[in-house]
């Protein structure tokens, strides 16, 4: 299984960016996807995921102005980010595992088996 992330860049506060994660191998629409983010000095966190039947979660941090969304024929997930800060610069990586039992393993890292290279996200303010 491969995850290529892209749609990085740079963006002024307020802006928006929408990222995607092309996937392709065997992760089939079962899986589950999620994005998560590595701000500079601090440790990889959970931003959205999305189970494959659709439900959703975020960080209370981007609750309401990010979105996450699958397009599962074409094995792509997408995080729309809007409203953006100058606290959301990060490198964000998408990563994808089989089914989980529950919503709140969907947080961990530690549940995910692949992961993409990382796209750049940059707010100025």
């Known amino acids: 299984v491969q995850l290529q992330a892209s749609g990085g860049g740079l963006v002024q506060a307020g802006g928006s960016l929408r990222l995607s994660c092309a996937t392709s191998?065997?992760?089939?629409?079962?899986?589950?996807m999620a994005w998560f983010r590595r701000a500079p000095g601090k440790e990889r966190s959970f931003v959205a995921a999305i189970r494959s039947g659709g439900n959703t979660y975020y960080a209370d941090s981007v609750k309401g102005r990010f979105t996450i969304s699958r397009d599962s024929p074409n094995d792509t997930v997408y995080l729309q980010m809007d409203s953006l800060k100058p606290e959301d610069t990060a490198v964000y990586y998408c990563?994808?595992?089989?089914?989980?039992?529950?919503?709140?393993?969907?947080?961990?890292?530690?549940?995910?088996?692949?992961w993409g290279q990382g796209t750049q996200v940059t707010v100025s303010s």
């Open positions: 191998g065997r992760t089939g629409s079962s899986y589950s």
């Open positions: 990563a994808a595992t089989r089914p989980l039992a529950s919503a709140r393993a969907h947080y961990s890292t530690a549940n995910y088996n692949y």
